[in-house]
């Protein structure tokens, strides 16, 4: 069975549009996994949007399974990460005026300074992945930093309207998926997935694990995170033929 994890940072999109306390991140982290979810993913970016640093800290302590966080390669991060200690640490890009992230890491302009970062993470026990495009020298090069695992970034596959278009994209993240996994890495996915177009990249055969919030969110605001959550898990149950 492939493994979800739910992104909750879209829950504190909603509570910091008032300041306020409600809804509560960590709430919905605990009714993900009620409903199956096997791991948390926040995304604490630069500029505080969403998820706040005590989430981080309520998050750690009160949810059951693993924390995933998504972070920019910068040492404030870097120190939040050693402080917290997730399970897994994913380096994301991350400009101040996009509204989500826009594509994969340029892991080839950055090798050394990635690999600086994993060896700080590596000190504090926590596991070091890098969310790329699907580009076999991205890959190529996450494996030479060191990483454990990539997240591929599925977002071009998602925002596809023409049919044989976004089946050459699903083309690219296949051969992408079986050479990360020929170089021994871990292959996850995420971004932009829902229940309508998640079948054909949960089928994938070297996908261990799927990132997926906006969707699920958007989805609970209607039916319930516990709801939202169990839908998800039933369209990749399905594309795994299970």
Same mark, same amino acid.
């Given at each position: 069975m492939?493994?979800?994890?739910?992104? &909750?940072?879209?829950?504190?999109?909603?509570?910091?549009?008032?300041? $306020?306390?409600?809804?509560?991140?960590l %709430?919905?982290?605990?009714? +993900?996994?009620?409903?199956?979810?096997?791991?948390i993913? &926040?995304?604490? /970016?630069?500029?505080r949007?969403?998820?706040?640093?005590? @989430?981080?800290?309520?998050?750690?302590?009160?949810?059951?399974?693993?924390?995933n966080?998504e972070?920019?390669?910068?040492? #404030?991060?870097?120190?939040?990460?050693?402080?917290?200690?997730?399970y =897994?640490?994913?380096?994301?890009?991350?400009?101040?005026?996009?509204?989500t992230?826009?594509?994969g890491?340029?892991?080839?302009?950055?090798?050394t300074?990635?690999?600086?970062? /994993?060896?700080?993470?590596?000190?504090?026990?926590?596991?070091?992945?890098?969310?790329?495009?699907?580009?076999?020298?991205?890959? #190529?090069?996450?494996?030479? $930093?060191?990483?454990?695992?990539?997240?591929?970034?599925?977002?071009?596959?998602?925002?596809?309207?023409?049919?044989? %278009?976004?089946?050459? &994209?699903? #083309?690219?993240?296949?051969?992408? +998926?079986?050479? +990360?996994?020929?170089?021994?890495?871990?292959?996850?996915?995420?971004?932009?997935?829902?229940? @309508?177009?998640?079948?054909?990249?949960?089928?994938?055969?070297?996908?261990?694990?799927?990132?997926?919030?906006?969707?699920?969110?958007?989805?609970?605001?209607?039916?319930?995170?516990? =709801?939202?959550?169990?839908?998800?898990?039933?369209?990749? /149950?399905?594309?795994?033929? =299970?």
């Amino acid at each position: 069975m492939i493994r979800l994890y739910v992104n &909750v940072d879209h829950v504190a999109t909603l509570r910091q549009a008032r300041r $306020t306390t409600e809804p509560d991140p960590l %709430e919905a982290a605990l009714l +993900a996994e009620r409903a199956g979810a096997h791991g948390i993913t &926040v995304h604490l /970016r630069e500029d505080r949007r969403h998820i706040q640093d005590h @989430d981080l800290e309520r998050l750690k302590a009160g949810i059951q399974g693993p924390l995933n966080l998504e972070m920019a390669a910068v040492q #404030e991060m870097v120190e939040i990460a050693q402080k917290i200690r997730p399970y =897994q640490v994913s380096l994301v890009p991350e400009k101040r005026e996009e509204i989500t992230t826009e594509g994969g890491l340029d892991v080839l302009a950055q090798e050394t300074h990635l690999n600086e970062v /994993r060896l700080q993470l590596v000190q504090a026990r926590v596991l070091f992945s890098l969310f790329v495009d699907p580009d076999i020298a991205q890959i #190529e090069a996450a494996f030479r $930093t060191g990483a454990r695992s990539i997240e591929l970034n599925t977002g071009g596959y998602s925002e596809c309207r023409d049919i044989e %278009e976004r089946d050459a &994209v699903l #083309e690219k993240l296949r051969e992408a +998926a079986r050479r +990360a996994r020929e170089l021994g890495l871990r292959v996850f996915a995420g971004h932009g997935l829902t229940v @309508d177009n998640v079948g054909p990249i949960a089928a994938i055969a070297e996908l261990e694990e799927l990132n997926i919030g906006h969707h699920i969110v958007s989805r609970a605001v209607l039916v319930g995170m516990e =709801q939202a959550v169990r839908e998800m898990l039933e369209a990749i /149950r399905r594309a795994r033929g =299970q």
